[in-house]
T-cell receptor, first 114, second 114 residues
């Protein structure tokens, strides 16, 4: 079916506001990942969901960041009280439960905190 | 900790062959991935190695030596469209039923000149 989709594609917000980013994984993919990519930098792991297992939250940079996933479908990444250093592209990826489990990435959400 | 190293930049001319190296030190190993990322776009999957040796896929090949913690991506018959960032990523061993998260290098920016 369709690939990974993310919304919004761009978000400009004022410092201190909360934002919510959405990811729709490929149907049937059991694993879902969130990454952050600052300009000119590599991918920074944030959080990983796998089926009914407890999520791996080890990459979340602070308690202002949280993420939820409904079953094996939509996930939302919430950033509270945004700071300028949160400005980045937030990428979501999903992978299946078969094969090499390569991750398929969505187009990302570009977040700008002013 | 986890450490993935790859060169920051490389240049080559059209029609040439280029080899992008990646060395890694991770607490566990469950596969090595190469991704291509064009500017402003999401990463796309190129190759996967879990056993030692060479995997060939068209103009792209990827090699893995687990004992040396080393991989390379070989691009043949370079084309202008190959100008992109190439990301090396290692998956750790996972826990129980989980697949394991990916640790990404910072990427190698390849520029192909006419």
């Amino acid at each position: 079916g369709a690939g990974v989709s993310q919304s919004p594609s761009n978000k400009v917000t004022e410092k201190g506001k909360d934002v919510e980013l959405r990811c729709d994984p490929i149907s049937g993919h059991t694993a879902l990942y969130w990454y952050r990519q600052r300009l000119g930098q590599g991918l920074e792991f944030l959080i990983y969901f796998q089926g009914n297992s407890a999520p791996d939250k080890s990459g979340l940079p602070s308690d202002r960041f949280s993420a939820e996933r409904t079953g094996e479908s939509v996930s939302t990444l919430t950033i509270q009280r945004t700071q300028q250093e949160d400005s980045a592209v937030y990428l979501c990826a999903s992978s299946s439960s078969g094969g090499p489990y390569e991750q398929y990435f969505g187009p990302g959400t570009r977040l700008t905190v002013t | 900790g986890q450490n993935i190293d790859q060169p920051t930049e490389m240049t080559a001319t059209e029609g040439a062959i280029v080899q992008i190296n990646c060395t890694y030190q991770t607490s566990g190993f469950n596969g090595l991935f190469w991704y291509q990322q064009h500017a402003g776009e999401a990463p796309t999957f190129l190759s996967y190695n879990v056993l030692d040796g060479l995997e060939e896929k068209g103009r792209f090949s990827s090699f893995l030596s687990r004992s040396k913690g080393y991989s390379y991506l070989l691009l043949k018959e370079l084309q202008m469209k190959d100008s992109a960032s190439y990301l090396c990523a290692v998956r750790d061993g996972g826990r129980g039923s989980t697949l394991g998260r990916l640790y990404f290098g910072r990427g190698t920016q390849l520029t192909v000149w006419p």
